[in-house]
């Protein structure tokens, strides 16, 4: 029985996402250092209004201090997990928890990461959610409309991402053919060809960075191939910025690692849903669904045993 450990990526952010941590002495120093990156202290931010933890030069460092601030607080509370997983920016979020950056170094980097995704991106751009239709078929469609896949979340579950008028163009002939289309609130075509600038940049940065192996392997984003070196990570951070995740790679990799139980740091819980349906027999949940990090541990524990 083994523990692996996901950390999200933008989509669940509100304005009781630290409500769990009031009582977590070990992740005030986290979320404190967090403030002069953000502008403002995380628990100021939970004032509102909830539109500004969407903006993505603050919501990428802010969920990366968030979740290590949770990690932070339970890690000596449970036992130490196999492997870590992390989602889009959450990926970035799993070295700080893997023990590959500091705080204030894993924070600066989100900012940086964002500052540059924003600069690269297209000002036309977006991401659409597809459900009902097959990779292949998905991606052929896709090509002929300039438009990328940018995330395998399933089978026939996807995030594809490009220029508006060109997405705006695709959805009819997606749905022609099966396909459940959802518009996404995000003006970013993230890992997409589109922001390969962007990844330029951040790998520069990253290069410069204190970055180091990972004390815990944390699964690429890319492929799902755990992750135990420095130039390893290096490769990998910098090309899903501009390159398709394959979450249920990782999801197997997991598997593959010998997870049987899988806790999401959240905030929200699409990842342990999502592992549920792609692994029916692993437990997960996520801290979102408990009123005490006290719950999360002992629900842990007991399903360790």
């Known amino acids: 029985m083994s523990l692996g450990i996901l950390c999200p990526g933008q989509g669940a952010q509100n304005l009781a996402m630290l409500d769990l941590l009031s009582a977590a002495p070990e992740a005030h120093a986290v979320l404190e250092a967090a403030g002069p990156v953000l502008g403002d202290s995380p628990w100021n931010l939970m004032k509102g209004p909830v539109e500004a933890l969407y903006v993505n030069a603050l919501a990428q460092p802010l969920l990366c201090a968030v979740q290590l601030a949770t990690w932070t607080a339970l890690r000596s509370r449970l036992p130490a997990p196999r492997v870590?997983?992390?989602?889009?920016?959450?990926?970035?979020?799993?070295?700080?928890?893997?023990?590959?950056?500091?705080?204030?170094?894993?924070?600066?980097?989100?900012?940086?990461?964002?500052?540059?995704?924003?600069?690269?991106g297209p000002s036309d751009s977006g991401m659409r959610a597809v459900r009902g239709m097959d990779r292949q078929r998905l991606k052929t469609l896709c090509e002929a409309h300039g438009v990328h896949i940018a995330i395998v979340n399933d089978a026939d579950r996807f995030v594809i991402g490009g220029r508006e008028e060109a997405l705006r163009k695709l959805e009819p002939e997606l749905?022609?053919?099966?396909?459940?289309?959802?518009?996404l609130p995000v003006h970013v075509a993230s890992h997409t060809p589109l922001l390969a600038s962007a990844a330029h940049a951040f790998g520069e940065r990253?290069?410069?960075?204190?970055?180091?192996?990972?004390?815990?392997?944390?699964?690429?984003?890319?492929?799902?191939?755990?992750?135990?070196?420095?130039?390893?990570?290096?490769?990998?951070l910098t090309?899903?910025?501009?390159?398709?995740?394959?979450?249920?790679?990782?999801?197997?990799?997991?598997?593959?690692?010998?997870?049987?139980?899988?806790?999401?740091l959240g905030p929200g819980?699409?990842?342990?849903?999502?592992?549920?349906?792609?692994l029916p027999s692993v437990s997960a949940r996520s801290v979102s669904d408990f009123k005490t990090?006290?719950?999360?541990?002992?629900?842990?524990?007991?399903?360790?045993?």
């Open 269 to 278: 819980a699409d990842l342990s849903r999502m592992a549920r349906d792609w």
């Open 84 to 120: 870590f997983a992390g989602y889009s920016v959450g990926e970035l979020a799993a070295y700080g928890c893997a023990g590959a950056l500091d705080a204030g170094e894993l924070l600066t980097l989100a900012h940086e990461r964002a500052r540059a995704m924003d600069a690269a």
């Open 239 to 264: 090309r899903q910025v501009a390159e398709t995740v394959d979450w249920a790679a990782c999801l197997e990799g997991l598997a593959e690692e010998g997870c049987t139980v899988l806790l999401e």
């Open 206 to 236: 990253l290069a410069r960075s204190g970055l180091r192996a990972p004390s815990t392997p944390v699964l690429a984003g890319l492929d799902g191939a755990p992750v135990r070196t420095r130039e390893r990570a290096l490769t990998t």
């Open 293 to 305: 990090l006290e719950g999360v541990c002992t629900w842990v524990t007991r399903q360790l045993e």
């Open 175 to 183: 749905s022609a053919r099966g396909g459940a289309v959802t518009v």
